[in-house]
Each structure stands twice: as structure tokens, then as C-alpha cells.
């Protein structure tokens, strides 16, 4: 899953955003509210994780939530906020989220939820609030990955987020992070053409500078694991574009 998270420079925005990372999402972050907008309306997003965790900024947060909606043109709007009351959540549910979450909260929960927008709409959603409302009893100790990317199976394949592996068939490939990240953004158009540049902005969100070497290496050692194993899903060279995945 694409995600766009939007945090202050806070501990409890490090840890959640890393969180997000270990369970093979590719994360786009910026510090404040103004900056999100601009980069949720630069390339398109699965979800955008929005954390306000000062109570003064709750209104600002309403505010800007609507224009979030706008430029992330479909991808599900999550807020995490800190400690917060029921009309505070309900505020921010009107206001255009589909989903708020307040301190002490579940990543479980949260990054459940996230799975099921991206599954019942494929993007934003509307959903009530008694559905939309996340409080549990603790936020979680540690990084767990859900069962599913949020993909639908394209051609019978689709990818697992949990084991990290490729299935098709009942046969599973597993991959590392990086080839998850790769495959998933091959798999959002499958038997169409994906830039270079594309694949490196998705599979490497936390580098500004990748050697092209870089790309070519991960395709290379998905071929062999898919020939062996999979050989109804190929990944084919695109001349001076890029690649694509055919099923």
C-alpha cells in the first residue's frame, strides 16, 4: 500500500510511521498539514495517515482534512490523534475522514482498517461513525503485518502481506521487502507499462537518490523466483520506460 503519512517531529509519530514501514508499505512523510496537501496532489496514494496530537490543532486538522480529500483524489483519509473525546473524533469524522483513532490506540486495529477501506472501496469511502471510530485498550508492542496487501488477485495472483509472498494458485514465493514493494506497484497495473521512476519513488520511499543498477538487480532476482515457481507471472523489460508484470 502507497502511504502518504503526515506527522510532527514526535516520538509517537517515529514509531507509528516505522510500524507502517515494517509491514511492507511503501511511505511518502511530511511534518506538517500544508506540506501533505501539496505531495498528497503529486502521485497517487492508497491512504493517507494524518497524526495531530496536540489538542489546539484538532480544528486546524478539520480544516484541512477536506482538502486532503481533494488532492489525494480517492485514497482513504485516516487521522491518529492524541488523547481525544468522543466529539472530537466525531468532529473529525464529519469533517471527511474515514477513519479517526485516538491515544491510547491499536496499530493493529488502525493498520486493519486501512486493509478493509482499501478492500470494501478500493479508496475513500464513506463510513459511519460507529464503524469508522478506533479506540483500544493500548497501542500495540510491536510491528504486525496484516494478512492481506489490499490487492484483489489480478490474473489469480495477489500478494500477502503477512508472510511477505507471492500466490498464485496455492503456490506461495516468498520475497524480501523490497521485491514486495517492487511487485505490488507491477501489480496495481498489471499488463501495462510502469516508469522506472515510478518503481524507485514505491520500492525505495526512503532514498532520494537510487542507482538504476538498483532496480534492475531486484527484477532480475524476482525472474528466477518467479520462472521456478510461478511462471504464469513474468515481469517483462519495457525498452527506455520501465517494466511490467503480465499474468
Not at 492508497?46 to 486538522?61: H, R
Not at 514493494?181 to 501489480?187: Q, R, T, V
Not at 520511499?205 to 543498477?213: A, G
Request: glycine share 10%.
Amino acid at each position: 500500500m502507497r502511504i502518504l503519512f503526515v506527522g510532527p517531529p514526535h516520538p509517537e509519530a517515529a514509531w507509528l510511521f516505522k510500524a507502517l514501514q515494517e509491514s511492507a508499505h511503501s511511505l511518502q512523510r511530511a511534518d506538517d498539514l500544508r506540506d501533505g496537501v501539496f505531495l498528497a496532489s503529486q502521485e497517487p496514494y492508497d491512504a493517507v495517515v494524518l497524526m495531530v496530537l496536540e489538542v489546539g490543532f484538532y480544528s486546524s486538522l478539520q480544516g484541512f482534512i477536506g482538502e486532503f480529500a481533494a488532492a489525494a483524489n480517492g485514497a482513504a483519509i485516516v487521522a491518529v490523534l492524541g488523547m481525544a473525546t468522543a466529539r472530537d473524533r466525531t468532529r473529525v469524522l464529519r469533517a471527511g475522514a474515514d477513519a479517526c483513532f485516538c491515544q491510547p490506540y491499536s496499530f493493529i486495529e488502525l493498520h486493519e482498517r486501512m486493509a478493509a477501506l482499501q478492500r470494501v472501496g478500493g479508496g475513500r469511502l464513506g463510513v459511519g461513525v460507529g464503524a469508522a471510530v478506533g479506540v483500544a485498550a493500548g497501542s500495540g508492542s510491536g510491528f504486525v503485518s496484516s494478512a492481506a496487501s489490499g490487492l484483489p488477485a489480478v490474473g489469480g495472483a495477489c500478494l500477502d502481506a503477512a508472510t511477505r509472498e507471492l500466490v498464485f494458485g496455492g503456490r506461495r514465493v516468498a520475497v524480501t521487502r523490497r521485491e514486495f514493494l517492487l511487485l505490488e506497484c507491477l501489480l496495481k497495473q498489471v499488463n501495462a507499462p510502469v516508469a522506472r521512476d515510478q518503481l524507485i519513488r514505491y520500492a525505495w520511499p526512503e532514498k532520494e537518490d537510487v542507482d538504476p543498477s538498483s532496480v534492475n538487480l531486484v527484477v532480475s532476482r524476482l525472474r528466477r523466483k518467479l520462472v521456478g515457481d510461478v511462471p504464469e507471472v513474468r515481469i517483462e523489460t519495457v525498452s527506455r520506460f520501465g517494466y511490467q508484470v503480465s499474468v
